[in-house]
T-cell receptor, first 114, second 110 residues
């Protein structure tokens, strides 16, 4: 089946620094990748949708300059949290779709900003 | 506005008992609904979708457009069914995307 990986699985960083999270589709080409954020005991909230080679589409209320998304190839998308603050601490999950639109989810990345 | 509502955050039943996880949606377009499951320490995975009309792991879900519902059912719960269940609506707003409900944590007691 289709597999999506994320790296790192968890990261701790200091306030003010930037953190990059990678999302890879391992055995298929992902035309579209999605980035979600999940707070403890809450549902997944879509942050942005990215298509290979084009700018990401951000959901309302998500700061584009804070959450930089790059989808440079059909197997890799990155989310960079710039100038991270404690309120950015969360679980970040990516998903990817191929030719069919079924989304395959990554295992998630837990970000803790101290 | 499009919305998915799962009214129960927690649901606990005994092994062998029937299970029903409720999901209601609000969407002006033609709905396409899914159930996703997240077992402990595992990633989110698709359980079933309404267009398939299939039974997965004994679970079924029927789309009721009149009641705008897509409840997930299983006649006899098993302990391995304990997990977090999310109902999701596929919407088309420029591009396709999923809107998730809040999730229901199902616990099957032995």
């Amino acid at each position: 089946g289709a597999v999506v990986s994320q790296h790192p699985s968890w990261v701790i960083c200091k306030s003010g620094t930037s953190v990059k999270i990678e999302c890879r589709s391992l055995d298929f080409q992902a035309t579209t990748m999605f980035w979600y954020r999940q707070f403890p005991k809450q549902s997944l909230m879509l942050m942005a949708t990215s298509n290979e080679g084009s700018k990401a589409t951000y959901e309302q209320g998500v700061e584009k300059d804070k959450f930089l998304i790059n989808h440079a190839s059909l197997t890799l998308s990155t989310l960079t949290v710039t100038s991270a603050h404690p309120e950015d601490s969360s679980f970040y999950i990516c998903s990817a779709t191929g030719l069919a639109y079924e989304q395959y989810f990554g295992p998630g990345t837990r970000l803790t900003v101290t | 506005a499009q919305r998915v509502t799962q009214p129960e955050k927690l649901l606990s039943v005994f092994k062998g008992a029937p299970v029903e996880l409720k999901c209601n949606y609000s969407y002006s377009g033609s709905p396409e609904l899914f159930w996703y499951v997240q077992y402990s320490r595992q990633r989110l995975q698709l359980l079933l979708r309404h267009i398939s009309r299939e039974s997965i792991k004994g679970f079924t879900a029927d789309l009721n457009k009149g009641e705008t519902s897509f409840h997930l059912k299983k006649p006899f719960a098993q302990e391995e069914d304990s997990a977090m269940y999310y109902c999701a609506l596929n919407i088309i707003q420029g591009a396709q995307k999923l809107v998730f409900g809040q999730g229901t944590r199902l616990t099957i007691n032995p």
